[in-house]
Nanobody, 123 residues
Framework: QVQLVESGGGLVQAGGSLRLSCAASGRTFSSYVMGWFRQAPGKEREFVASIGWSAGFTYYADSVKARFAVSRDNAKNTMYLQMNSLKPEGTAVYYC????????????????WGQGTQITVSS
């Protein structure tokens, strides 16, 4: 498995931007499809975005499309999530995860998870 560590969370005002990073170690990072999920208090973990092995494939939840951008740098074993125009409903713990399945959007299809990073969007 691959080990994952998220960073870049924090407090931001509505309309602001943040960039999350997910650093990987262990098995070859480039062999994994990578995803971002988030979980708000009292809610289930939900899919945010994913990116294929070579970054040629990206997929977004409708709620973040056109505002968020996922990318990866396989040379640095790191994935990123640029989040713009943040909304208060985006307040959640954000997790990065690794899967061997292209297009996976459910948590059960991801085999490795980071510890999560908190993002709070104030109104």
């Amino acid at each position: 498995q691959v080990q994952l560590v998220e960073s870049g969370g924090g407090l931001v005002q509505a309309g602001g931007s943040l960039r999350l990073s997910c650093a990987a170690s262990g098995r070859t990072f480039s062999s994994y499809v990578m995803g971002w999920f988030r979980q708000a208090p009292g809610k289930e973990r939900e899919f945010v975005a994913s990116i294929g092995w070579s970054a040629g494939f990206t997929y977004y939840a409708d709620s973040v499309k056109a505002r968020f951008a996922v990318s990866r740098d396989n040379a640095k074993n790191t994935m990123y999530l640029q989040m713009n125009s943040l909304k208060p409903e985006g307040t959640a713990v954000y997790y990065c995860a690794a899967s061997e399945m292209q297009g996976a959007v459910v948590p059960a299809l991801y085999e490795s998870w980071g510890q999560g990073t908190q993002i709070t969007v104030s109104s």
